[in-house]
T-cell receptor, first 114, second 114 residues
């Protein structure tokens, strides 16, 4: 069964460093998302991406964040200068494009900023 | 505003008991979609069910059943004869037309004790 894959599964970085989280969505899907879950809290939307551009973003998704789909398969989230409060589980998700379908989530990347 | 409320933060039951997880949503849209996801201790988000706003039929899948009531804006989830493997955090989520991002509730942590 097709699945969304994320790498790495766990990343530890020093405050102020840049990190890139990688995702390979399901191949025929059209909509891509990043979500964040701070430990023990709710799953929060960061950004959605469609047709090679950002379609929607939350107030969390400020200038330190960026997304890219560099090669038509990978979907990346870059955090330019990490802060302690960026420590969280980051989930990538994709949807096929038919309205109202469920989002298929990757297994997540646990980011720890020290 | 679109909002999902899961008032039960944590529930603990003894194995074989039935348990109902509550979900109440708010939306002004007439077309919307509701979901339940399971997050086991391993951390991934597992899709369980999707319902659209025009389909109020309840659904049963094995030990799982869902009760969708538009009159009370609720989409409750019942596990019959709970098992230890049901222990997880369960999230209710909402989305609208056009593949807008899912809005999640805060989740209910279910612990099933042997």
């Amino acid at each position: 069964e097709p699945e969304v894959t994320q790498t790495p599964s766990h990343q530890v970085t020093q405050m102020g460093q840049e990190v890139i989280l990688r995702c390979v969505p399901i191949s025929n899907h059209l909509y891509f998302y990043w979500y964040r879950q701070i430990l023990g809290q709710k799953v929060e939307f960061l950004v959605s991406f469609y047709n090679n551009e950002i379609s929607e973003k939350s107030e969390i998704f400020d200038d330190q964040f960026s997304v890219e789909r560099p090669d038509g398969s990978n979907f990346t989230l870059k955090i330019r200068s990490t802060k302690l409060e960026d420590s969280a589980m980051y989930f990538c998700a994709s949807r096929p494009g038919r309205e109202g379908t469920e989002a298929f989530f990757g297994q997540g990347t646990r980011l720890t900023v020290v | 505003a679109q909002k999902v409320t899961q008032a039960q933060t944590e529930i603990s039951v003894v194995e074989k008991e039935d348990v109902t997880l509550d979900c109440v949503y708010e939306t002004r849209d007439t077309t919307y979609y509701l979901f339940w996801y399971k997050q086991p201790p391993s951390g991934e988000l597992v899709f369980l069910i999707r319902r659209n706003s025009f389909d109020e039929q309840n659904e049963i899948s094995g030990r799982y059943s869902w009760n969708f009531q538009k009159s009370t804006s609720s989409f409750n989830f019942t596990i019959t004869a709970s098992q230890v493997v049901d222990s997880a955090v369960y999230f209710c989520a909402l989305t609208f037309s056009g593949n807008t991002p899912l809005v999640f509730g805060k989740g209910t942590r279910l612990s099933v004790i042997a």
